[in-house]
């Protein structure tokens, strides 16, 4: 006589099998479907609107790229990049770029984070157009030449109040701190000559370029489906009504589910034989299908 594959007696085992899917099952479906949420949430503050590849606030984690979370701050869209806040000025979805200033320098250039602008490269790059200034703090006037300072500022830890802007991106020298901030070309002049236009350009901010496999995203929309991301895998994936496992792209069918990789478990249970798919879907809700 074969040995049973359970551990225990038949009754007990088709008991213990069929409360471990009666509990495992309802979880799933209370689960907000992912197609849903994706395609009928947005990020919404302010004057900016935006969805893929974007989360936040409403809009859940599941739906964007980890690293372009956006937040919501009396209705200023805000986007930390390299642990520097980051006014959202602007979004073009299409041309796949956003313009951006540095929330220290909303209000003037004396209260500094004191960290370099600086992205990150698997994210982001620099959009054409724009050239790095330096900003530096706590000068003495024999470190630059007995040029008169542009700025004065009260900077905690330097006795020294003076502040200048020279081109590119160096390091304070004698000065206390240096931060270099990307500033467009055209009004590049006039921040480097008086206060207020050095104040003006820190305003208007610079434009990056996100770097999200667009190609992914747009052959799921072309199926019908939502895009989203897959942060096991961490690459965009697509979303599909009616469909609990994202895919790469939605079936032409309805009826048709596609094959998704996952852990394969055989299962002999009163003379039938079973094969379990066992999955996690992005609501991280343990997903089984019996064939």
């Known amino acids: 006589m074969n040995p049973s594959p359970f551990p225990f007696p038949p009754f007990l085992s ?5 409360l471990f899917f009666s509990v495992s099952i309802p979880l799933c479906s209370s689960n907000t479907d992912s197609y ?12 900016i609107t935006a969805g893929f590849p974007f989360w ?21 869209p805000t986007i930390n990049i390299n642990d520097v806040v980051y006014r959202v000025l602007e979004i073009d979805e299409n041309g796949q770029s956003l313009r951006i200033a540095r929330q220290d320098y909303t209000d003037g250039v004396c209260q500094p984070q004191l960290l370099n602008t600086t992205l990150d490269p698997q994210l982001f790059e620099y959009a054409p ?13 024999p470190a630059l030449l007995g040029v008169p300072a542009l700025f004065n500022c009260l900077i905690t830890g330097t006795g020294s109040q003076n502040g200048y802007v020279v081109y590119d991106a160096v ?60 942060l096991l895998s961490n690459e965009t994936t697509c979303y599909c009504p009616g469909q609990f496992i994202a895919t790469k792209t939605c079936p032409s069918s309805p009826d048709v589910v596609p094959a998704n990789p996952g852990m394969y478990v055989s299962i002999s249970f009163n003379g039938h034989c079973y094969e379990k798919i066992i999955e996690y879907n992005f609501n991280g809700c343990l997903m089984f299908t019996l064939y």
């Open 36 to 47: 849903t949420s994706c395609s009928t949430t947005q990020f919404v503050c302010g004057n």
């Open 171 to 230: 390091g304070p020298g004698l000065c206390y701190r240096s931060i270099f901030v990307p500033v467009s070309e055209t009004i590049l002049a006039s921040a480097m000559v008086n206060l207020s236009g050095l104040e003006e350009s820190l305003k208007q901010g610079f434009q990056v370029k996100w770097k999200v496999d667009d190609t992914a995203c747009t052959n799921c929309i072309g199926s019908k489906g939502v895009c989203g991301y897959y």
């Open 14 to 18: 088709l008991s213990v099998l069929v």
């Open 129 to 141: 157009g724009y050239r790095n200034l330096t900003i530096i703090y706590g000068c003495t006037i």
């Open 56 to 76: 936040g606030n409403n809009r859940p984690e599941f739906c964007g790229n980890p690293g372009l979370e956006l937040k919501c701050e009396n209705d200023n």
